[in-house]
Nanobody, 131 residues
């Protein structure tokens, strides 16, 4: 099965930096896009950054609140997505979730084929920024 696992969260001081990782595993045919979401305490989950995957490049998009401070990237060889967070603020405190739109691989007889796309989520990793 397809699985997404986040790591790298923790407690940091305001102005500090942190890098989150999301490892994708399983029987995957193709990844269309990946994204980072976050859910602050008592609030709804919101999009932080996303990356679309086509060819050897990926186009990125960021929430206004993190532009210039966060960087999303992907290492296809390691099947890992990253979120580099700098100049962290207390309002960045949240549970951060990895998300991906993935075509799982399926079998038809002895042939490996592309399954229908689906959204997958990681379990989340806590980021706490102190004042």
């Amino acid at each position: 099965q397809v699985q997404l696992v986040e790591s790298g969260g923790g407690l940091v001081q305001a102005g500090g930096s942190l890098r989150l990782s999301c490892v994708v595993s399983g029987n995957i045919f193709k990844i269309n896009s990946m994204a980072w979401y976050r859910q602050p305490p008592g609030k709804q989950r919101e999009l932080v950054a996303e990356i679309t995957i086509g060819g050897n490049i990926g186009n990125t998009n960021y929430a206004d609140s993190v532009k210039g401070r966060f960087t999303i990237s992907r290492d296809s060889a390691k099947s890992t997505m990253y979120l580099q967070m700098s100049s962290l603020k207390p309002e960045d405190t949240a549970v951060y979730y990895c998300n991906a739109e993935i075509h799982p691989a399926q079998t038809m007889g002895t042939i490996r084929v592309r399954g229908p796309p689906n959204a997958y989520w990681g379990q989340g990793t806590q980021v706490t920024v102190s004042s």
